[in-house]
Nanobody, 116 residues
Framework: QLQLVESGGGLVQAGGSLRLSCIASGSFFSLYKMGWYRQAPGKQRELVAA???????NYADSVKGRFTISRDNAKNTVYLQMNSLKPEETALYYC??????????WGQGTQVTVSS
């Protein structure tokens, strides 16, 4: 079992930056694939970025070059650095952990609002 708590969301102007954090409580954090998803009102949840236990990353095309996902296994934490934010990226951002057997865990989400 893994519990995830996100933080770092808030209100930012277009072009600004935010850093999201997700702290996991539980065992074997380093073995989980971690990801950030977002869901805007009326839209489906979408993958923003993910990082494997080996450190391999993948990003949604729309955020490549602007967002960076990273993890600190010693702190059971995954981060999402978001730069050059756009108003259309206003959404609830969720932390996700995927176990090797494909069991998924989700945080409660942190709101990111980008004003124009």
């Amino acid at each position: 079992q893994l519990q995830l708590v996100e933080s770092g969301g808030g209100l930012v102007q277009a072009g600004g930056s935010l850093r999201l954090s997700c702290i996991a409580s539980g065992s074997f954090f380093s073995l989980y694939k971690m990801g950030w998803y977002r869901q805007a009102p009326g839209k489906q949840r979408e993958l923003v970025a993910a990082i494997t236990w080996l450190g391999s990353t993948n990003y949604a095309d729309s955020v490549k070059g602007r967002f960076t996902i990273s993890r600190d296994n010693a702190k059971n934490t995954v981060y999402l650095q978001m730069n050059s934010l756009k108003p259309e990226e206003t959404a609830l951002y969720y932390c996700n952990a995927e176990r090797t057997d494909r069991t998924n865990y989700w945080g409660q989400g942190t709101q990111v609002t980008v004003s124009s």
